[in-house]
């Protein structure tokens, strides 16, 4: 079992930034991969970025790379987004996920564990 817990969202100004962290338990964290999913009022909860069970590897959506990045500390079971040049678009309730297995997966569905949510909010 997992629990998750996100922290740092807020409201900033177009062009700010924000680091997002998710606080894990569990003494197996560093076999899960972890995502961050996002979703904005009437849409579809849709992937950000994963990362791999010890880091190795990290995939991104479209739209935040190059912006955002993912990284993780197991010694302090917790992963983080740091998210830079932020656009009223990216404003959405941010969720953290954790899957059984080592390699990260954009599908929701592919989560086994996830957050309640931080929201972010970009003003324009």
């Known amino acids: 079992q997992v629990q998750l817990v996100e922290s740092g969202g807020g409201l900033v100004q177009a062009g700010d930034s924000l680091r997002l962290s998710c606080a894990a338990s569990?003494?197996?964290?560093?076999?899960?991969?972890m995502g961050w999913f996002r979703q904005a009022p009437g849409k579809e909860r849709e992937f950000v970025a994963g990362?791999?069970?010890?880091?190795?590897?990290?995939n991104y959506a479209g739209s935040v790379k190059g912006r955002f990045t993912i990284s993780r500390d197991n010694a302090k079971n917790t992963v983080y987004l740091q998210m830079n040049s932020l656009e009223p678009e990216d404003t959405a309730v941010y969720f953290c996920?954790?899957?059984?297995?080592?390699?990260?997966?954009?599908?929701?569905?592919?989560?086994?564990?996830w957050g309640q949510g931080t929201q972010v909010t970009v003003s324009s």
């Open positions: 996920a954790a899957r059984e297995g080592p390699a990260p997966a954009m599908s929701p569905r592919s989560y086994n564990y």
């Open positions: 569990g003494r197996t964290y560093g076999s899960y991969a």
């Open positions: 990362i791999s069970g010890f880091g190795g590897s990290t």
